[in-house]
């Protein structure tokens, strides 16, 4: 089914709009929250959480496209979860990535000069741009959506030792670019 | 802190891209297949290009490397001859002349061959250097050297105080190759009577009986048991012993052919002949070879009733 049918089962109230939302994207939202959380049973709270999240919000929302609109809430539940998590432990997967992330981006010398989180997206999303397609699926697949090296080499049919050398060099050039733009962390 | 903020800040990501990201269906990073498609393509496009231009290179290039150049070379050459000789290279056909001829005499070969043939022969290296001119372009040109070893057997004239084996005495030797030809020249007689004859002591005239009726054929045999070669006079002597064992003075002779009129060492040859000598006598026989004499032993003649004269016999008398 389509994301706009599936949007109008939204706005008439059918309960076949939540089975047709997780028919089309149960498995993606899955694998969203159980890279962040590391954990099968969490994650699947999480994206029930979710599904009631998107049917409180539609209408009026009328999101296009749905599936990045669903993900969006499966992850900021995740992450809300995994920052109540932390305190216990940090292995998952969204750790590595984040792990990965934090040397890239540059540190302040001082509380004025940080810059604000949406300012930082701003500044990602303008760095993603100038990435090739496959560079910026890669990036956005590992450090958002927390995919491990594993599925990303089977997703590009490459070798584990090429896709972490390539996000090695993609996180380089975010360095580059961050530090050009003077955006600090 | 800051690990919260990069989260916060990846919350804002462009949906655009996160849906992108989505939908992302599997594909090969390198796209490997287009690549190497790509890559041998150009690898053709290369190769063919070099093969057009050193094509094109070569038809407008003379050979500078041009092969060695092989000539066979027959007769005499000497310093002011030329040899022309035909270069044939993938390139273009070329036209060597050779304009100048060294000759270096390396050795001097003699050999002689049988039946009094002699033959002398030079084999001679010659170095030949030869300049190159390329038919397509006149204004380069190449040296080639090649060597050419060629031997030469060449017949000589048997002059007097060459190198070639005495003839015997009483023959004669022809102008072209020193070819010896037997004659019915009457030899000079051994010095002397039989006794005081000095006979090859290597060689003997061997006769197949020792005792013979008086018109009884003689086969006589002669094995070149010596190094030496033995030119085999045609007029066979002969001598008379007494009962006291004394030779006689006079020498009997009659014409003897043999098979063959040189004798290379090892080489057998026979002749009969019937000699009708006196009955009842010892005699002894006596063949000229060059220089030298052979002799055979003695052998009895028997007695018989009958004396015969069917063959010319020329007997002698010593001239002392």
Known sequence: ?185 | MKRKRISEALEHLDPAYIDEAAGFTAVRLYQKPLFRLVSVAACLIVCATAVLLSTVFDKQTPPVDTPPVTTTVTGNLTSADTTTTVVTTTATTTTTTATSITTEPSATVTTSTKKGIVVKGTKTTRTMTTTVTSAVTSAVTSTVTSTVENTTITSTTARKGDDLPIPPRGTTTDKDGGTTKSTSTRPTRPNGSFGETEFRPDVRLQLDKSVYTPDEAITVTIENTSEDTLYLYSLIFWATQTENGEWSNGWGATPLSFTTSVLEPGETCTATKRLSLSPDKTYALALCVGDTWIRSDTFRVMPSSTTTAAEAITTTTNAD
């Open chain 1, 1 to 185: 089914m389509k994301d706009d049918q599936i949007v109008r089962l939204f706005f008439e109230r059918s309960e076949q709009a939540i089975a047709e939302l997780s028919r089309a994207y149960g498995a993606l939202c899955k694998n969203v929250a159980l890279h962040i959380l590391g954990n099968a049973q969490d994650a699947e709270e999480c994206v029930n959480d979710a599904y009631l999240g998107v049917w409180n919000s539609i209408p009026p929302h009328s999101p296009n496209p749905l599936r990045s609109y669903v993900c969006r809430i499966v992850r900021n539940l995740a992450i809300k979860k995994y920052h109540a998590n932390t305190a216990l432990k940090r292995n998952s997967v969204y750790d590595v990535a984040l792990d990965e992330l934090e040397n890239c981006f540059p540190s302040s010398a001082s509380v004025e000069d940080e810059f604000s989180a949406a300012e930082a997206a701003r500044a990602i999303n303008a760095f993603l741009g100038t990435l090739s397609r496959e560079n910026r699926v890669l990036f956005v697949r590992r450090y958002w959506y927390a995919d491990s090296i594993d599925e990303l080499a089977a997703l590009f049919h490459a070798s584990n030792h090429t896709i972490t050398v390539r996000l090695s060099r993609i996180r380089a050039k975010l360095n580059d670019y961050l530090v050009q733009e003077g955006v600090f962390l």
